[in-house]
């Protein structure tokens, strides 16, 4: 599949900075006017994928552009939104941040009404999460991974990484 995000910075195009590590970008398809999208550089499809000061930088750099986009593009507010996953609406095969500017009545809904759960299902959910993430980290725990767009579910069950087949369903 084709990233839209690497062949952004293999033409040098709309790049507002880049270094070793991150790339902020305009990309042409956006939600509101003004819309940042800050990427790393290598590709990553998930964000789990991404090694810790990685994602940090990613992470202090929508910050600023968010700040920037405030001083320099007079917005109201701003969304900052991360689609990890075929279920979470990613469509482009490469971990990103959108950095979303916002103004009242832009008619962009992205608000939710949340719905109350049952007592057993919090419960469960509770002790599934808080057993989980005693755990060490993917992070902690093993080497950088990179998945090459070449790699396939087969290639990685023979190395026995269950963490990446099971996170293969999110990549788009």
Excluded at 23 to 50: L, N, W
Aim: hydrophobic share 35%; proline share 4%.
């Amino acid at each position: 599949m084709k990233c839209e995000y690497c062949d952004l910075l293999d033409k040098n195009e709309d790049i507002i900075h880049a270094d070793d590590d991150i790339v902020i970008a305009v990309k042409d398809k956006v939600t509101t006017s003004g819309q940042i999208t800050v990427y790393p550089r290598k590709h990553y499809p998930i964000m789990e994928m991404v090694p810790e000061d990685i994602l940090n930088k990613c992470v202090s750099a929508a910050k600023n552009v968010s700040i920037a986009v405030f001083e320099s593009l007079g917005a109201q507010g701003t969304n900052i939104l991360v689609r990890n996953g075929l279920s979470a609406g990613q469509s482009v095969p490469h971990f990103g941040i959108e950095v979303i500017p916002r103004r009242e009545e832009d008619k962009l809904n992205l608000e939710w009404q949340g719905k109350q759960i049952m007592e057993d299902e919090m419960e469960m959910t509770f002790q599934a999460l808080e057993e989980d993430l005693k755990k060490p980290s993917i992070a902690e725990s093993k080497e950088e991974i990179v998945v090459d767009e070449g790699e396939t579910e087969a290639t990685l069950e023979k190395e026995g990484d269950n963490y990446l087949l099971k996170s293969l369903k999110r990549i788009p």
